[in-house]
């Protein structure tokens, strides 16, 4: 399986970190060049996002978008099955290579999916995927983040077509399931973590803190736009309530 590494030009230690860590788990990877939102011209900010200053979006947020977009795209021309992608802050667990071996696979690419290999903040135990013997996989209920997850090729066309004008940011993963019928799967534990847990250093989450009121409603402003969006997001709060989010219990397997 390919990997893909999203890395800003500057950070160069960063860079230096996530590719050591590369080699050292032997992994196929590619370094991409990120988007530094924060240089993009105003008018190239306004082409290439949907309804900006209103939607609410950070020119950092815009520019991870763009990046995560950017691999999407170069997943699809390689015609690749799937990938790993990393933002350049990951930390690979020594039990990766077992989990990425099993996905690539079991993963299914006649529908879009996505396996996020990151901490998530709830997962529906009730929903699992089985990939072989001792790895199971939980249908994602909520959680962000996206600096390492598998992405198949149908999901990638999915988000390219739909997020590009940008509308959403790259780890909207709850909006982008019932949005755009993507199966996203998690673990209830972390194979990759981050070097920067509470995004102290983020610039980016400090300007999505700045923003947060005027994204709130510009989100809001979005879901009205989207035909079905309600009933879809009743069916996950149903899904979420009833079946979701308990340790025990029996559970429906998808394979």
């Known amino acids: 399986m390919k990997t893909f590494i999203i890395n800003l030009e500057e950070e160069v230690e960063r860079r230096e970190k996530i590719t050591n860590q590369c080699q050292r788990h032997n992994l196929n990877y590619q370094l991409i060049k990120a988007v530094n939102g924060k240089a993009l011209p105003q008018p190239v900010v306004s082409a290439v996002t949907a309804n900006y200053p209103a939607c609410g979006l950070t020119q950092g947020e815009i520019g991870c978008a763009l990046s995560h977009l950017a691999v999407y795209a ?52 009730s929903i699992t995927r089985k990939l072989g013997q ?25 988000l390219r077509k739909y ?46 803190r700045e923003s947060s009121m005027l994204r709130g409603k510009a989100i809001k402003k979005l879901k009205k736009e989207v035909k079905w969006y309600q009933l879809k997001r009743i069916k996950n709060v149903l899904i979420n309530k009833f079946g979701g989010k308990q340790q025990n219990g029996s559970s429906t397997a998808y394979r």
């Open 74 to 125: 170069a997943i699809v021309s390689e015609n690749l099955n799937c990938a790993l992608i990393l933002e350049d802050d990951a930390i690979l667990d020594a039990d990766l290579q077992k989990y990425l071996n099993s996905i690539e696979f079991h993963i299914n690419n006649q529908r879009p999916e996505i396996y996020i290999l990151s901490a998530v903040d709830a997962c529906n135990k």
């Open 134 to 158: 001792d790895i199971t996989f939980y249908r994602l209920a909520y959680g962000s983040c996206a600096h390492g997850y598998i992405i198949n090729k149908a999901a990638a066309q999915a």
């Open 163 to 208: 997020n590009l004008p940008v509308r959403f940011e790259a780890d909207q993963w709850t909006l982008f399931r019932d949005l755009c019928g993507i199966y996203i799967w998690c673990l209830d534990k972390e194979i990759i973590s981050t070097s920067d847990p509470d995004k102290i250093s983020s610039a980016l989450e400090k300007d999505r």
